[in-house]
């Protein structure tokens, strides 16, 4: 520690999820006299939701301000020093020291630590696409993309959008701009939309989203963005056509924020994110933690690290952080890569390993598909659920679960969600006590339903 202070000093770097939850959990374990705690964020927000940005561009939302969880001045009334508008352009390990830009006034300055955070998040995919950088053409990475894209589709007399990508934002995106009146048009290079489910679950939600009246333009590579005489995007092209455009939205995916990680010689994964142990500290440092969308995380199913980008997760990651560099004890064990989303009514929702994964990890699988209903079947307002399983062979762990349906189908993914932590088997899931009654569920749960199938294709009927 520096003999010119008395108390000990946490740099966080990145003011969302993870960072202002770890700021935010020091702080409740030491007060200001015991431990300084300053945070550098280079945007205008601190601490929002940014899972929230398609449905306030879509109208669900209607003010900006209901996304952020905690602003600055309360931060700061906490007794954290954030420094907004402030981007950290170089961290120095071995001095324990981070250089800072405030980017209104160009000046930089270098800050000491005891103690560092990382928490830069995840950047938006931005393929070097000719006039992938023209006016018109957006990512929704954080708030002040989301308010230049909402003031973009304001000037814009045109109705007509190209989402690029057919992920959760993608699909996400390109519902909030039917809500908002514009003709959509989705180019998706997989298969089917949502990758993250197997492709005979997302052709469920293909047909889902054709029947909002999106344009689906599957098995489709963007070539480039053409520009008119103005120099705004009009249409977006793949080698096959063109699609014209008023606006594009990119939902191509994200990439961990590594950059000023990978210059300090921070340990990267192969998705390119900070390797910590289950502490969230950076592996082989001890005075450094990393959490959010920056890092790896252990798959607790396949048993390999991986990058997902998800609030949950970062606060989370906060949470651990907080306690460890506040002078106390917690850990985060892993996920298993549980997500939910909607299109229109659709619920999607999906945890585990998709078969492509099941086989990379080298597990062999029996795989199970049934159709249920929300409810019992005679009760109002039963809906179709179509439930899809994987489990091991011979064994008969449950791997994964994925489920398309109607109201009350995505948040029964939480009931896997729990069996796969716990390493559960597909027979021990259809002993479950689950809750019964017909508004809520056939006298089998759906999910139940497919674990019984599962066991019967894992260990023949019984």
Not at 8 to 18: K, M, S, T, Y
Request: aromatic share 4%.
């Amino acid at each position: 520690m520096s003999m010119s202070r008395t108390r000990e000093r946490l740099v966080v770097v990145g003011g969302d999820a993870a960072g202002m939850a770890a700021a935010s959990q020091a702080r409740r374990m030491k007060g200001p006299d015991e431990l300084e705690i300053i945070a550098f964020e280079r945007g205008h927000f601190s601490s929002y939701s940014a899972c929230g940005i398609p449905y306030w561009v879509g109208g669900d939302v209607a003010d900006r301000d209901q996304l952020i969880a905690r602003s600055p001045e309360e931060h700061r009334e906490r007794g954290i020093d954030l420094r907004m508008r402030t981007e950290v352009t170089a961290l120095d390990v071995a001095a324990g020291r981070v250089r800072a830009r405030d980017l209104e006034s160009g000046a930089e300055a270098w800050t000491s630590y005891d103690k560092l955070v990382i928490a830069t998040g995840a950047r938006p995919i931005r393929p070097p696409l000719p006039g992938i950088d023209a006016p018109g053409v957006h990512g929704v990475q954080t708030l002040d993309d989301g308010q230049a894209l909402i003031d973009t589709l304001a000037r814009t007399s045109g109705r007509r959008a190209v989402v690029v990508g057919a992920g959760y934002i993608g699909v996400e995106m390109a519902e909030a701009l039917v809500n908002r009146g514009y003709e959509v048009t989705v180019v998706n290079r997989g298969k089917e939309p949502m990758s993250t489910l197997d492709p005979d679950m997302g052709r469920l939600v293909h047909e889902a989203m054709e029947g909002l009246g999106i344009t689906m333009v599957n098995d489709a590579e963007v070539t480039k963005i053409l520009t008119g005489e103005d120099g705004l995007v009009r249409a977006v092209a793949t080698e096959d056509a063109e699609y014209p455009a008023d606006v594009v939205v990119l939902g191509i995916g994200v990439r961990p924020e590594t950059t000023l990680a990978q210059a300090a010689g921070l340990p990267l994964g192969d998705h390119d994110g900070l390797l910590t142990d289950q502490a969230m500290r950076v592996r082989g440092y001890e005075n450094i933690w990393a959490g959010g969308d920056c890092v790896e995380v252990l798959d607790l199913v396949s048993g390999r690290e991986r990058h997902i980008a998800l609030g949950t997760h970062a606060n989370k990651h906060g949470q651990v952080i907080g306690a460890n560099a506040g002078g106390g004890y917690a850990t985060f064990p892993g996920v298993v890569g549980t997500a939910v989303s909607k299109v229109c009514d659709l619920e999607i929702a999906r945890t585990g390993l998709r078969e492509k994964d099941a086989r990379r990890a080298g597990l062999q699988y029996e795989k199970v598909t049934i159709e249920s209903t929300s409810r019992s079947g005679y009760y109002p307002g039963a809906a179709p659920m179509t439930v899809k399983m994987l489990a091991e062979r011979r064994t008969g762990r449950l791997l994964s679960v994925q489920i398309v349906g109607r109201e009350g189908a995505g948040k029964r993914v939480d009931i896997a969600a729990v069996a796969l932590t716990a390493g559960m088997t597909v027979e021990q899931l259809t002993a479950l006590d689950l809750g019964y009654a017909p508004p809520f569920s056939p006298v089998w749960d759906p999910v139940q339903v497919a674990a019984r199938k599962a066991v019967g294709a894992v260990f023949g009927r019984r």
